[in-house]
């Protein structure tokens, strides 16, 4: 069984410029995450999606982010436009939806804002 | 809101040796807790948790944490560490209604040295 996808592993862009990153969740899994690591400091999380719907996106930082998921399938987090302060470790995470459950994570997306 | 403290962000060991991973979380809502382990260019991976019944919770790989609800803790053990477990640890708790995102602390990188 596949694990959680997560591409590109890195990205470095330009101040100013957009990124997209994007997550594909284990199969079937209705619950999908997104967490931010910026270094040296705790993963923060910053939305949970139910399907396609936005279950919780308390912990976007602001309307420079913006996450969908389409059909309920796969996840994309576009960052438009970038800011040094975005530069973090992106992970994704999915879990088929009982509370408590364990979720899976991919490995990370690495963004570098210079 | 839930928050976490992980007292001590590196602990270098010797082979063996017994280790302890400190945590202590807040919460003003009964919640559950988790410790996640991240290997090198891996994602992270659920090693326990703790959702309810017996305090002392274990793993198949030897980590045992044990739940103290009056001292807020949850602090992870072995009794004897292997090389293999150098990675870092991320203790997280989620609460047990409404916002199923979990709150982690800010990491521990364990070391373990021959």
């Known amino acids: 069984e596949a694990g959680v996808t997560q591409f590109p592993s890195h990205s470095v862009i330009e101040k100013g410029q957009t990124v997209t990153l994007r997550c594909d969740p284990i199969?079937?899994?209705?619950?999908l995450y997104w967490y931010r690591r910026v270094m040296g400091k705790e993963i923060k999380f910053l939305l949970h999606f139910v399907k396609e719907s936005k279950q919780d996106e308390s912990g976007m930082p602001n309307n420079r982010f913006l996450a969908e998921r389409t059909g309920g399938t796969y996840s994309t987090l576009k960052v438009q436009p970038a800011e040094l302060e975005d530069s973090g470790v992106y992970f994704c995470?999915?879990?088929?939806?009982?509370?408590?459950?364990?979720?899976?994570f991919g490995s990370g997306t690495q963004l570098s804002v210079l | 809101a839930q928050s976490v403290t992980q007292l001590d962000s590196q602990v270098p060991v010797f082979e063996e040796a017994p280790v302890e991973l400190r945590c202590n979380y807040s919460?003003?809502?009964?919640?559950?807790l988790f410790w996640y382990v991240q290997y090198p260019n891996q994602g992270l991976q659920l090693l326990l948790k703790y959702l309810s019944g017996s305090t002392l919770v274990e793993s198949i790989n030897g980590f045992e944490a044990e739940f103290n609800k009056s001292q807020t803790s949850f602090h992870l053990r072995k009794p004897s560490v292997h090389i293999s477990d150098t990675a870092e640890y991320f203790c997280?708790?989620?609460?047990?209604?409404?916002?199923?995102?979990?709150?982690f602390g800010k990491g521990t990188k364990l070391t373990v040295n021959p």
């Open positions: 919460s003003s809502v009964s919640v559950y």
């Open positions: 997280a708790v989620s609460a047990q209604g409404g916002s199923e995102k979990l709150v």
């Open positions: 995470a999915s879990s088929q939806g009982r509370r408590g459950e364990k979720l899976f």
């Open positions: 199969s079937g899994h209705d619950n």
